[in-house]
């Protein structure tokens, strides 16, 4: 049965595993983003050997679940001598997984911009790097903030999957607690008012955000 008490007296323990989540969804979310521009601008830009590579990266990532990405980089990345600690392994995986998601978030908002832009840009003697520094991803940026804020509050709750990995997030801890209480109910029911607590002032934030850009 719930009992509160055992959410209570473990708050810390379960803060305490927040804080590695928060850190994990912060890094990877930075990566992801770096990464998934840089992906999607070499898609629309990079010819075409370099696109039908990108493409095929977004392709095989979008179409492989995150967990396996995971334990992929986890477990078989060692074989080929590749150590990485549970940390930056998880920060890499879930990096890599969403940059695939956000590759595809900067190309719609690159394509939404109208042509006349970059017209009007090379008219006024701009290389094609210069009009996208100057012109269209200025506009670009402020159109994927939505977006991505969604994508910031998946990632918190996709963090949950390092535990997996025996990575001490908040949903690992809850486990913990549950096992040592005999109780498991009452520290998962913890952990996701916790989630709850993480992922709404960000949802709310993504719209608010589309208002104002609307």
């Known amino acids: 049965m719930l009992k509160w008490s055992i959410i209570w007296e473990n708050l810390p323990f379960l ?3 927040a804080g590695t989540t928060l ?6 979310m930075v990566f992801a983003t770096a990464a998934g521009l840089l992906v999607g601008l070499l898609n629309m830009y990079g010819g075409k050997v370099v696109g039908a590579i990108t493409r095929l990266y977004i392709e095989v990532v979008r179409g492989t679940p995150a967990l396996l990405i995971i334990l992929l980089v986890y477990y078989a990345l060692p074989i080929v001598g590749i150590n990485l600690p549970q940390f930056p392994a998880a920060a890499v995986s879930l990096a890599a997984c969403y ?3 956000i590759a595809e978030v900067f190309r719609a908002a690159v394509e939404s911009i109208p042509k006349g ?3 009007a840009a090379f008219s006024l003697g701009m290389s094609r790097l210069q009009a996208l520094r100057f012109v269209i991803l200025p506009q670009t940026f402020r159109r994927v903030l939505p977006p991505l804020a969604n994508e910031f509050a998946a ?3 996709d963090t949950s999957l390092v535990a997996f990995i025996s990575m ?3 949903l690992f801890k809850a486990k913990i607690i549950g096992a040592r209480t005999y109780n498991p109910m009452s520290p998962l029911i913890g952990a996701a008012i916790i989630y709850l607590l993480m992922t709404t002032p960000v949802m709310q ?3 608010n955000l589309e208002k104002r850009v609307d």
């Open 15 to 17: 803060l305490a595993g």
């Open 23 to 28: 850190a994990l969804t912060v890094v990877s």
């Open 99 to 101: 940059a695939a998601y």
């Open 117 to 119: 832009q970059s017209e």
């Open 155 to 157: 990632l918190i709750k």
């Open 168 to 170: 001490q997030d908040l």
């Open 205 to 207: 934030w993504s719209r």
